[in-house]
């Protein structure tokens, strides 16, 4: 069974800094990190290939956020810069077997980020 588990989140003020981390059992994944707002349907928000060489992000964080990996650690992390509160959401990390699969096979238990204006 693979686990993924979420740490980092917390309270941060507008304009202010956190980073996620996601430490994952077994072998290596191609990782990728979702939110959700409250009464909203979850959304992608940034993703790294199993290699560490290809990332994407969403448009709304592009420029804000950073996703990077640890192979050594097999620990992925997500750096987010001048937080707004829009960024407040539980943040999901999710890792999926291949690179070329659209799905993500697997889910952490999520990490609450509040931002506050």
């Known amino acids: 069974q693979v686990q993924l588990v979420e740490s980092g989140g917390g309270l941060v003020q507008a304009g202010g800094s956190l980073r996620l981390s996601c430490v994952a059992s077994?072998?290596?994944?191609?990782m990728g990190w979702f939110r959700q707002a409250p009464g909203k349907e979850r959304e992608f928000v940034a993703a790294i290939s199993w290699s560490g060489g290809s990332t994407n992000y969403a448009d709304s964080v592009k420029g804000r956020f950073t996703i990077s990996r640890d192979n050594a650690k097999n620990t992925v992390y997500l750096r987010k810069n001048s937080l707004k509160p829009e960024d407040t959401a539980v943040y999901y990390c999710?890792?999926?077997?291949?690179?070329?699969?659209?799905?993500?096979?697997?889910w952490g238990q999520g990490t609450q980020v509040t931002v506050s204006s």
């Open positions: 077994g072998r290596r994944y191609a």
């Open positions: 999710a890792a999926k077997n291949s690179d070329l699969s659209p799905k993500y096979d697997y």
